[in-house]
């Protein structure tokens, strides 16, 4: 497959733990976030976004945290599973949404 | 099935050739973008579209043109690739009028630039 990032941080869990991914956000305009999921030699894959109104949205096994004051987002997956290991980027997206601005990206190791 | 579909997956070209990577959408949506990606710089925005005739600049457009004559087709043309435009480029589609729209992606093309 595709390497994505030679150099990315990385976040090693145990099968079953939860897993916290970090982001900071460049942007104090950028109103609306969201984390992608990219698998090797894919393309990534929306897994949950957030609107700047908001700072805390949940979904399956998923949840995003939004602090604006710090400028930070949070990705949370509970009882990671080997399928989640990928690399994860945290996106914004200002001037109404059409410009979306990309993380460097973590890249999560599930331990079996 | 919803998809967005780009060609070539690969290719390899000299520098100053011109080329054209193909994007195509079935979703009939207003939004499309171009993505490079390089190690450690994550996706950097080239191109976006809200629709068909209605381009602009994204944060890395030098080198690189666009056009959109039909809401399916987004093509990314390379007038005279350079060596430091060799990547890994994604297309993106997405539904317009509200912001928060879920963006698709294309496989991705790995293009070489020698």
């Known amino acids: 497959g595709e390497s994505v990032g030679l150099h990315l941080p990385t976040l090693s869990v145990q099968e079953g733990d939860n897993s916290i991914i970090n982001c900071a956000y460049s942007n104090s305009a950028s109103d609306y976030f969201i984390w992608y999921k990219q698998e090797s030699g894919k393309g990534p894959q929306f897994i949950i976004d957030i609107r700047s109104n908001m700072d805390k949205r949940q979904g399956q096994r998923v949840t995003v945290l939004l602090n604006k004051t710090v400028k930070h987002l949070s990705l949370q997956i509970a009882a990671t599973q080997p399928g989640d290991s990928a690399v994860y980027f945290c996106?914004?997206?200002?001037?109404?949404?059409?410009?979306?601005?990309f993380g460097a990206g973590t890249r999560l190791f599930v331990k079996a | 099935e919803a998809q967005v579909t780009q060609n070539p997956r690969y290719l390899i070209t000299v520098t100053g050739k011109k080329l054209t990577v193909t994007c195509s959408q079935n979703m009939n949506h207003e939004y499309m973008s171009w993505y490079r990606q390089d190690p450690g710089l994550g996706l950097r925005q080239i191109y976006y579209?809200?629709?068909?005739?209605?381009?602009d600049k994204g944060d890395v457009p030098e080198g690189y043109k666009v056009s959109r004559k039909e809401k399916r087709n987004f093509p990314l043309i390379l007038e005279s690739p350079s060596p430091n435009q060799t990547s890994l480029y994604f297309c993106a589609s997405r539904a317009g009028g509200a912001l928060d729209t879920e963006a698709f992606f294309g496989q991705g093309t790995r293009l070489t630039v020698v």
């Open positions: 996106a914004e997206n200002l001037g109404g949404g059409f410009k979306t601005i």
């Open positions: 579209s809200m629709n068909v005739e209605v381009t």
